[in-house]
């Protein structure tokens, strides 16, 4: 079968760096998102890795290994307003994305 | 504005009723989706349409059905609403269907409730 691993609640301070693993094992692979869940909103979008290497935008940064079925997130200077889940999806190789079911982060002050 | 809009945000029902879902994107999206979230927040596809054909039909009931007027409206129909219906109903779009694609982008949701 088809799975996404990630934790499903992480706790940082305020200011901190705070790393967001997953995990995957899908039928094929054409790419990974990462999107940001705010409570009670929909998912927005946070980056996109297809090849094997570290993305970065702005403070949220976005590392692959296809080999190792493996993606983190990585979110630096964290603010507050990062307290949200963060999803993990695969796209498989029917083009078919599978989710997985998020990790909630709590930012502290 | 340029959004994916759907209505209502809050839904909520008897057993045995019929609702309905709207959802209108105005990105000029050529695929649309419908996703359900369950309580334990893992998104699930329902449905999705490409150019009114639809490419998408996961193994959900036949009480559920899209319609979709145009290529920028997707709603979703709910016969004989059940208790486990109760969750996050996401609309979404996308340029097209291929890996390549630009990013689902989604709606406010609608959180439908049966009781």
């Known amino acids: 079968g088809q799975n996404i691993d990630q934790p499903t609640e992480m706790t940082a301070t305020e200011g901190a760096i705070v790393q967001i693993n997953c995990t995957y094992q899908?039928?094929?692979?054409?790419?990974l998102f990462w999107y940001q869940q705010h409570a009670g909103e929909a998912p927005t979008f946070l980056s996109y890795?297809?090849l094997d290497g570290l993305e970065e935008k702005g403070r949220f940064s976005s590392f692959l290994s296809r080999s190792k079925g493996y993606s983190y997130l990585l979110l630096k200077e964290l603010q507050m307003k990062d307290s949200a889940s963060y999803l993990c999806?695969?796209?498989?190789?029917?083009?078919?994305?599978?989710w997985g079911a998020g990790t909630k982060l709590i930012i502290k002050p | 504005d340029t959004a994916v809009s759907q209505t209502p945000k809050y839904l909520v029902t008897q057993m045995g009723n019929d609702k309905s879902i709207k959802c209108e994107q105005n990105?000029?999206?050529?695929?649309m989706y419908w996703y359900k979230q369950d309580s334990k927040k893992f998104l699930k596809i329902m449905f999705s349409?490409?150019?009114?054909?639809?490419?998408i039909n996961e193994t959900v009931p036949n009480r559920f059905s899209p319609k979709s007027p145009d290529k920028a409206h997707l709603n979703l129909h709910i016969n004989s609403l059940e208790l486990g219906d109760s969750a996050v109903y996401f609309c979404?779009?996308?340029?097209?269907?291929?890996?390549?694609?630009?990013?689902?982008?989604f709606g406010n949701g609608t959180r439908l409730t049966v009781t």
């Open positions: 979404a779009s996308s340029q097209d269907s291929e890996p390549s694609m630009p990013p689902l982008h």
């Open positions: 990105l000029g999206h050529d695929t």
């Open positions: 349409y490409n150019n009114k054909e639809l490419i």
């Open positions: 899908t039928s094929g692979f054409n790419g």
């Open positions: 890795n297809v």
């Open positions: 999806a695969v796209m498989d190789s029917n083009y078919q994305l599978i």
